[in-house]
């Protein structure tokens, strides 16, 4: 069965450092997102992406993180300068478009440790 | 998306069904309700989603009331592989919809 996969599966970086989260959504999905988790708390809607661009985002997304398509299989989130408080769960999901229903496949996640 | 209520924890003898209630009075005509389930710190597991008929699939069968204000999910012979928070979630049945989580229903199947 088909499933989206995240590298790595878990980061460690140093507070101010930039890291790139890496998800391969399930080939012919167009929609994707990615969601974050913090310890012991809900799952967290970040942002939406579809046809090269943002579709939604939330406002926890701001200008500290981008995402990007860069190539066909691909999908990444960027997150310029870590913050103590950006230690969480990140979980990559993608749909299909066309659809009679948007059921999000999601991936294992990456757990990001910002020290 | 409108809120969802669910309750904190059950219990549940293997083998046995779960009954997880959902409250969602709030729903509007076009919104969904999807059950996606968190084992562990893995990723969210889609379960099933219905609109106002009742739904049944491999995993699961999802009961929803004629007023659309709640809905049950039943798990028909839980195992302990279905230990896991379960979360009730309407959403509008779009691509761009997101999936908003609440707290969700932690089960416990027990031996």
Partial sequence: ?115 | DAKTTQPPSMDCAEGRAANLPCNHSTISGNEYVYWYRQIHSQGPQYIIHGLKNNETNEMASLIITEDRKSSTLILPHATLRDTAVYYCIVRVNTNAGKSTFGDGTTLTVKP
Avoid at chain 1, 61 to 82: A, C, H, W, Y
Avoid at chain 1, 83 to 91: G, H, I, Q, V
């Fill in chain 1, 1 to 115: 069965e088909p499933e989206v996969t995240q590298t790595p599966s878990h980061q460690v970086t140093q507070m101010g450092q930039e890291v790139i989260l890496r998800c391969v959504p399930i080939s012919n999905h167009l929609y994707f997102y990615w969601y974050r988790q913090i310890l012991g708390q809900k799952v967290e809607f970040l942002v939406s992406f579809y046809n090269n661009e943002i579709s939604e985002k939330s406002e926890i997304f701001d200008d500290q993180f981008s995402v990007e398509r860069p190539d066909g299989s691909n999908f990444t989130l960027k997150i310029r300068s870590t913050k103590l408080e950006d230690s969480a769960m990140y979980f990559c999901a993608s749909s299909e478009i066309g659809q009679a229903y948007y059921e999000q496949y999601f991936g294992p996640g990456t757990r990001l440790t910002v020290t």
